[in-house]
């Protein structure tokens, strides 16, 4: 596949996933009169660096030469890709989002572990799993206070 188009397809991405983010953070509740700093203030600003790198990117890559890029390993990013959409589908659809971070994670960790299959490997997966998903619940849950 082509450098270039590859390139700009995942910063036009990029972009607008920090396009979409900015303008999902302006329903955020304002915060009081004489606080500037409030709710959607960071989201806004890591929205806001999301589109001007990825403008930067795209500008940087239509001057710069072009190459082949070859996908060694394409069944991984397929297998990530898949992950990804079943796990928010399910979320969105099911709800118990730490149950799919646990799930997902666990089956990533497994697949894309170059070592033969083995028990070990699965006790590893999983254990990663559930210390990822801890520290996820931990981070949002208790630290920040953003239920899920």
């Known amino acids: 596949m082509s450098y270039k188009r590859l390139s700009i397809i995942s910063l036009v991405i990029f972009g607008l996933i920090g396009a979409y983010a900015y303008f999902e953070a302006?329903?955020?509740?304002?915060p009081a009169t004489g606080i500037v700093v409030g709710s959607g203030y960071y989201p806004k600003l890591l929205s806001l660096i999301?589109?001007?790198?990825?403008i930067i990117g795209i500008i940087t890559t239509v001057k710069g030469e072009d190459r082949h890029i070859e996908?060694?390993?394409?069944?991984?990013?397929?297998?990530?890709?898949?992950?990804?959409?079943?796990?928010?589908?399910?979320w969105q659809l099911i709800?118990?989002?730490l149950v799919w971070v646990f799930i997902v994670t666990a089956v990533l960790i497994f697949i894309l572990d170059p070592k033969e299959y083995s028990i070990r490997k699965i006790y590893t997966s999983v254990l990663l799993s559930?210390?990822?998903?801890?520290?996820?619940?931990?981070?949002?849950?208790?630290?920040?206070?953003i239920g899920f």
């Open 26 to 30: 302006l329903s955020f509740p304002s």
């Open 50 to 54: 999301m589109v001007i790198t990825s």
């Open 71 to 90: 996908f060694p390993n394409m069944k991984y990013f397929i297998a990530v890709f898949i992950s990804i959409i079943l796990m928010v589908a399910g």
């Open 95 to 97: 709800g118990g989002f």
């Open 130 to 145: 559930l210390i990822l998903t801890t520290f996820v619940y931990v981070v949002f849950n208790k630290i920040l206070r």
